[in-house]
């Protein structure tokens, strides 16, 4: 590409592109595309320090916190976020399975037609996938989820005449605020003229807007409104801070009655050194739970029943942390001892992974219209039958082994099914120009003599009215005498087998011992092509009987 604006630079490619030319702002330059442009810099808003609110936290505090965010102001309740899965082990657990989730999961892209340009961009976005990171930003992406946003910035290159993603950067959420206008657009952090050049800034000059192809931004839309609002960390910021409480009175009750209470005792009247040696003395024996009286008075410590008060401090700890679970993984039995039988377990995996797919989906959805879009729009221009589709997750239809062999049994029947279709399922791309291509072997020619196939014969079985007592056997004889010569030897032994059957396992075995007597080349040829007419409409859910 030679030097200057590209030429995709002269079109507004995408509807953020739209918005930004209507209010007069200038679309992304080449040096903005390839820079690093979110980074920490020296002297800048945008450092890797941050303040822990969560040290000394009160629900004054935490409600403070969390109105500064709604109010457009988030920087605190993103350190706070942060501070949680510091501060209690079961939220840091539960969290990192809900970011983990999609990132194990399959991705595909399929194309928006056979077509050869439609087939192209997808094999764009295929060939880069088995080379790129991608994987390792998902959990990055899915901190979304907790704070109502993620950011990854996208360094692109394309030195070569080709554009290409060449490096994949997690941001951290504090450089960023939303729009004071809408609460909801997110405006990068900047600190002068000089930092981010490039970037066109907003009203604020300490914002700048993040122009379209160069972010990846995912939101939080758990239940609507704006995404600071639908983030997972603030419920469950309450659930850690009253579990806090309970487990800092727990860990008091335990100093306190988890070990033995000395008591010294001595006469009245002893020197205060007798009796400062004796406090030493007790003191020396553990911990500080150690006291000296005179030997006529007496200590009563009024407590709960010892056992009962830990229980009770134990159970406050386990409902924050089955509270927890529910609101970040939607339930208890994956993460926690919850015995709910085998069917309660089972049902909880359901919830857990429809959980799962919806996360894949909207995460599938920022990439298909951060990454998959303005890189078509980079590279080849707007297509004109529409964009690759970038796919996450568990695949709802049939593995790639079961495919395959539907596939085999129903294409010959004349089952259409379009190739890219097939390539889009088994993650394959378009073959180049100087690949070679696997074929279907060679068909042998076939033998002379009349060849019906087994199929429309079992279909005329099927159509004949039921009547006379008829059966799968009766079925089964006229669909193999239809596909035999009616005066060979086998044919007849056939229609004699199936006579004195009474049974289909005893028709079975007779049809194995006349096959086993040459020559019955033209009968094996002809139950063979029976057998597999009968999968096949088994297959197909017809009945060989005419009987519904």
């Not at 030997?295 to 942390?321: H, N, P, W």
């Not at 069917?343 to 996360?359: F, K, L, N, T, Y």
């Given at each position: 590409?030679?030097?200057?604006?590209?030429?995709?630079?002269?079109?507004?490619?995408?509807?953020?592109?739209?918005?930004?030319?209507?209010?007069?702002?200038?679309?992304?330059?080449r040096?903005v595309?390839?820079?690093d442009?979110?980074?920490?810099?020296?002297?800048?808003?945008?450092?890797?320090?941050?303040?822990?609110?969560?040290?000394?936290?009160?629900?004054?505090?935490?409600?403070?916190?969390?109105?500064?965010?709604?109010?457009?102001?988030?920087?605190?309740?993103?350190?706070?976020?942060?501070?949680?899965?510091?501060?209690?082990?079961?939220?840091r657990?539960?969290s990192?399975?809900?970011?983990?989730?999609?990132?194990?999961?399959?991705?595909?892209?399929?194309?928006?037609?056979?077509?050869?340009?439609?087939?192209?961009?997808?094999?764009?976005?295929?060939?880069?996938?088995?080379?790129a990171?991608?994987?390792?930003?998902?959990?990055?992406l899915?901190?979304?989820?907790?704070?109502?946003?993620?950011?990854?910035?996208?360094?692109?290159?394309?030195?070569?005449?080709?554009?290409?993603?060449?490096?994949?950067?997690?941001?951290?959420?504090?450089?960023?605020?939303?729009?004071?206008?809408?609460?909801?657009?997110?405006?990068?952090?900047?600190?002068?003229?000089?930092?981010a050049?490039?970037?066109?800034?907003?009203?604020?000059?300490?914002?700048?807007?993040?122009?379209?192809?160069?972010?990846?931004?995912?939101?939080?839309?758990?239940?609507?409104?704006?995404?600071?609002?639908?983030?997972l960390?603030?419920?469950?910021?309450?659930?850690?801070?009253?579990?806090?409480?309970?487990?800092?009175?727990?860990?008091?009750?335990?100093e306190?009655?988890?070990?033995?209470?000395?008591?010294?005792?001595?006469?009245?009247?002893?020197?205060?050194?007798?009796?400062?040696?004796?406090?030493?003395?007790?003191?020396?024996?553990?911990?500080?739970?150690?006291?000296?009286?005179?030997d006529?008075?007496?200590?009563?410590?009024?407590?709960?029943a010892?056992?009962?008060?830990?229980?009770?401090?134990?159970?406050?700890?386990?409902?924050?942390?089955?509270?927890?679970?529910?609101?970040?993984?939607g339930?208890?039995?994956?993460?926690?001892?919850?015995?709910?039988?085998?069917?309660?377990?089972?049902?909880?995996?359901?919830?857990?992974?429809?959980?799962?797919?919806?996360d894949?989906?909207?995460?599938?959805?920022?990439?298909?219209?951060?990454?998959?879009?303005?890189?078509?729009?980079?590279?080849?221009?707007?297509p004109?039958?529409?964009?690759?589709?970038?796919?996450?997750?568990?695949p709802?239809?049939?593995?790639?082994?079961?495919?395959?062999?539907?596939?085999?049994?129903?294409?010959?029947?004349?089952?259409?099914?379009?190739?890219?279709?097939?390539?889009?399922?088994?993650?394959?791309?378009?073959?180049?120009?100087?690949?070679?291509?696997l074929?279907?072997?060679?068909?042998?020619?076939?033998?002379?003599?009349?060849?019906?196939?087994?199929l429309?014969?079992?279909?005329?079985?099927?159509?004949?009215?039921?009547?006379?007592?008829?059966?799968?056997?009766?079925?089964?004889?006229?669909?193999?005498?239809?596909?035999?010569?009616?005066?060979?030897?086998?044919?007849?032994?056939?229609?004699?087998?199936?006579?004195?059957?009474?049974?289909?396992?005893?028709?079975?075995?007779?049809?194995?011992?006349?096959?086993?007597?040459?020559?019955?080349?033209?009968?094996?040829r002809?139950l063979?092509?029976?057998?597999?007419?009968?999968?096949?409409?088994?297959?197909?859910?017809?009945?060989?009987?005419?009987?519904?």
């Amino acid at each position: 590409m030679s030097g200057g604006r590209p030429p995709w630079l002269r079109r507004a490619f995408d509807r953020s592109c739209e918005v930004l030319a209507a209010a007069g702002l200038p679309a992304p330059t080449r040096s903005v595309l390839t820079g690093d442009m979110a980074g920490p810099r020296v002297g800048s808003v945008r450092q890797h320090w941050h303040e822990h609110p969560v040290i000394g936290l009160t629900p004054e505090g935490l409600h403070a916190t969390l109105s500064q965010a709604e109010a457009g102001w988030p920087a605190r309740f993103f350190a706070l976020a942060d501070d949680l899965g510091d501060r209690d082990l079961h939220y840091r657990a539960v969290s990192e399975t809900r970011r983990g989730g999609p990132a194990h999961l399959e991705i595909t892209v399929e194309a928006a037609s056979d077509a050869p340009d439609d087939v192209r961009n997808a094999d764009l976005i295929r060939d880069w996938l088995h080379t790129a990171d991608l994987d390792a930003q998902l959990p990055a992406l899915m901190d979304a989820v907790f704070k109502g946003y993620a950011v990854t910035e996208l360094v692109w290159e394309g030195s070569e005449g080709q554009w290409r993603p060449s490096r994949l950067l997690a941001r951290n959420p504090r450089w960023f605020r939303p729009d004071p206008e809408d609460l909801r657009t997110l405006r990068l952090m900047v600190e002068g003229a000089g930092d981010a050049p490039g970037l066109p800034r907003t009203g604020d000059p300490q914002l700048a807007v993040l122009p379209p192809g160069k972010f990846i931004v995912h939101e939080s839309d758990a239940r609507g409104g704006i995404p600071l609002v639908t983030a997972l960390a603030r419920p469950a910021a309450w659930g850690v801070l009253f579990k806090t409480f309970a487990v800092k009175d727990w860990l008091v009750f335990s100093e306190t009655y988890g070990m033995p209470f000395r008591v010294g005792k001595y006469r009245p009247g002893l020197p205060d050194a007798e009796i400062d040696r004796l406090f030493a003395s007790v003191r020396a024996m553990g911990s500080d739970a150690a006291a000296v009286i005179p030997d006529d008075q007496q200590i009563e410590i009024v407590s709960l029943a010892g056992q009962a008060a830990s229980d009770l401090y134990e159970r406050l700890a386990v409902y924050f942390d089955l509270g927890l679970s529910k609101v970040i993984l939607g339930q208890t039995t994956t993460t926690d001892a919850v015995n709910g039988g085998h069917a309660v377990s089972r049902e909880h995996q359901q919830v857990r992974e429809d959980i799962e797919r919806r996360d894949a989906r909207a995460l599938a959805a920022t990439l298909n219209r951060d990454l998959v879009r303005p890189w078509v729009l980079l590279e080849h221009g707007r297509p004109a039958r529409g964009f690759p589709r970038l796919r996450i997750g568990r695949p709802d239809e049939l593995p790639r082994a079961e495919l395959a062999r539907v596939l085999a049994s129903l294409v010959p029947l004349g089952l259409r099914v379009g190739e890219s279709d097939v390539r889009d399922r088994l993650g394959l791309p378009e073959p180049g120009p100087e690949q070679e291509v696997l074929r279907a072997p060679t068909a042998p020619a076939p033998e002379a003599g009349p060849q019906p196939q087994a199929l429309p014969a079992l279909q005329a079985a099927q159509r004949a009215p039921a009547g006379g007592g008829r059966d799968l056997i009766d079925d089964t004889v006229d669909a193999i005498l239809a596909m035999t010569d009616p005066g060979s030897e086998s044919a007849v032994a056939v229609l004699l087998a199936g006579e004195a059957a009474g049974t289909f396992e005893e028709f079975l075995a007779r049809l194995a011992a006349i096959a086993a007597k040459p020559p019955a080349g033209d009968f094996v040829r002809a139950l063979e092509r029976a057998g597999f007419g009968a999968a096949v409409a088994g297959r197909l859910g017809m009945p060989l009987s005419g009987e519904e």
